[in-house]
């Protein structure tokens, strides 16, 4: 009896010694990619190439989740406000909520699963078969070859796509609220345009989208980085990117809401 | 794939997301509406500014000529002091009446200029002197109240 409680504090112990050991290890490696970047800027033509991997190919998911999010806000949206009588507001609905958090979080969201995946299973397969090994012998430096083109790749990448994830949220609202429900196309435009600031409201969301950006690469490269160099480690670490870069979006959220928005109608 | 032809998405990607940051900032946004011109400073003392908040409009015969930019709380004068922005192609005379009005029946609160007739027109860093407070309900039902007890 005894002993089983001594044994489940020490599994505590451990999980806890366990996380904050890999939260320092991933810390230093993140210092160590932004140390190793200048090479990245020399060669720019990695990071196109990775921009084209990160970026481009995400493109088609997030512009459909974007038309389809702002339809059925629009749609939403229009039931609820037409009971007040005020369905004009309904332009302002779609894209404060779009341009604040919608469209940042669900474009970081579906980056994360379809782009930080991606990158984690590349680096880990590489790791796996030894080819960072191999570029270490051949004194390439694997962070500054591999790893740091890729990260900046996402953190370019990122902000774009979440504008692109807002700009066609907006028309998907506009097309439900304004060409199939007829909503009036005047005041849908002029009500979003009283209500949405461009300081307040459109930087600060391109702020988030950013910071959004960094998390996730950085959490991928490195997963991608430290997965044991077999096939079900390399699964574990994607399958971690996933989920890690899911929560720190939420959480990292919160906290940027709470710092921007706060007292600011 | 062919370097160029991989350039030539990432460029367009590129192009592509600049674009959809403009349209926010010009379509979207109020940058090119609230930004334009130059502003002068007004203020005016209120008793009650009700539910006002900073960036309400301001307007005058329903247009929008300018911004509130600041509210506090004066000690001299136990009242709130709300400095405007207003756009400087609008020009309003000495005697203008500043009142606080609410837009629908659940709708925000803006400031409501009513000119005057006055020669002398106001500059920057101005004080409106005619002011009319915000209508609280309370006030309302209170005075209500009190009228109704004093007819009995």
Redesign the interface.
């Known amino acids: 009896m005894r002993n089983r409680i001594v044994a489940s504090i020490q599994a505590v112990g451990h999980k806890t010694i366990d996380g904050v050991w890999r939260l320092g290890k991933a810390s230093r490696f993140f210092v160590w990619v932004l140390l190793k970047s200048t090479t990245s800027f020399l060669r720019f033509g990695l990071v196109v190439r990775e921009i084209y991997f990160v970026g481009v190919l995400s493109l088609i998911i997030i512009l459909v989740s974007g038309l389809f999010v702002g339809m059925v806000l629009g749609l939403q949206g229009y039931e609820t406000l037409q009971k007040y009588g005020s369905e004009s507001a309904v332009g302002t609905l779609v894209a404060l909520s779009l341009v604040r958090e919608l469209g940042p979080v669900m474009a970081a969201l579906l980056f994360a699963s379809r782009a930080g995946s991606a990158i984690t299973a590349e680096i880990g397969l590489m790791k796996a078969t030894d080819q960072l090994a191999a570029m270490g012998m051949m004194a390439v430096d694997p962070i500054a070859r591999v790893v740091a083109p890729r990260f900046w790749a996402g953190v370019i990448s990122m902000p774009l796509l979440a504008a692109m994830f807002t700009v066609m949220g907006i028309f998907g609202g506009y097309l439900v609220t304004v060409v199939f429900i007829g909503v009036d196309n005047g005041s849908f435009w002029s009500q979003m345009q009283n209500n949405v600031d461009f300081r307040y409201d459109i930087v600060n969301g391109v702020i988030k989208s950013c910071f959004f950006g960094v998390a996730v690469t950085a959490i991928a490269v490195f997963e991608g980085f430290d997965a044991p160099p077999t096939a079900e480690g390399v699964s574990g670490a994607t399958t971690r990117t996933v989920v890690t870069s899911s929560l720190v979006i939420l959480g990292l959220d919160f906290v940027l809401t709470s710092f921007m928005f706060r007292g600011v109608s | 794939?062919s370097?160029t032809v991989?350039?030539f998405?990432?460029g367009?990607?590129?192009m592509?997301?600049?674009g959809?940051?403009l349209?926010?900032?010009l379509?979207?946004?109020?940058?090119t509406?609230?930004?334009a011109g130059e502003v002068y400073n007004l203020t005016g003392n209120f008793e009650n500014i009700g539910g006002l908040?900073i960036?309400a409009?301001v307007k005058s015969a329903g247009v929008v000529v300018g911004r509130v930019l600041d509210i506090r709380f004066s000690l001299e004068t136990y009242d709130a002091v709300v400095t405007m922005g207003i756009n400087s192609a609008y020009q309003f005379p000495k005697d203008t009446f500043a009142s606080i009005l609410t837009s629908g029946l659940?709708g925000e609160q803006y400031i409501g200029l009513s000119p005057g007739g006055d020669d002398v027109m106001l500059t920057d860093g101005d004080k409106i002197m005619k002011t009319n407070s915000a209508m609280v309900l309370e006030e309302m039902i209170g005075r209500f109240l009190f009228d109704k007890a004093s007819e009995n």
């Open positions: 794939m370097r991989m350039d998405w990432v367009l990607f590129v592509a997301g600049i959809a940051l349209i926010l900032g379509k979207v946004g109020n940058l509406s609230y930004n908040k960036r409009p659940l």
